[in-house]
Nanobody, 117 residues
């Protein structure tokens, strides 16, 4: 049974930082590219960042230079370090394979990030 568990979200002031974690189980996620996605309030889910099995990374323009994706294969965990947070970064953040659906259509519960003063 595949499982993706996101954590690390919370309420932070503009300019602050958070580090999100995603632990994957039920499949050998280490062989896949993994990504972070987010769903802002009232909007569709969007792609944020991706890391390949070889640790190459790429970012959406709206987070480039502020967010860093990484992975620890020994822990089956993917991270998202978010710095210089803006109110428009407020969203529920999810991790999954890239592209979506490589393993299954399953999504975890996500972790809420709220950027507000």
């Amino acid at each position: 049974q595949v499982q993706l568990v996101e954590s690390g979200g919370g309420l932070v002031q503009p300019g602050g930082s958070l580090r999100l974690s995603c632990t994957a189980s039920g499949s050998d996620y280490n062989i896949y590219a993994m990504a972070w996605y987010r769903q802002p309030p009232g909007n569709e889910r969007e792609w944020v960042a991706v890391i390949t099995s070889a640790n190459s990374t790429n970012y959406a323009d709206f987070v480039k230079g502020r967010f860093t994706i990484s992975r620890d294969k020994a822990k089956n965990t993917v991270y998202l370090q978010m710095n210089s947070l803006k109110p428009e970064d407020t969203a529920v953040y999810y991790c999954n394979t890239y592209p979506i659906g490589v393993v299954s259509d399953y999504w975890g519960q996500g972790t809420q990030v709220t950027v507000s003063s």
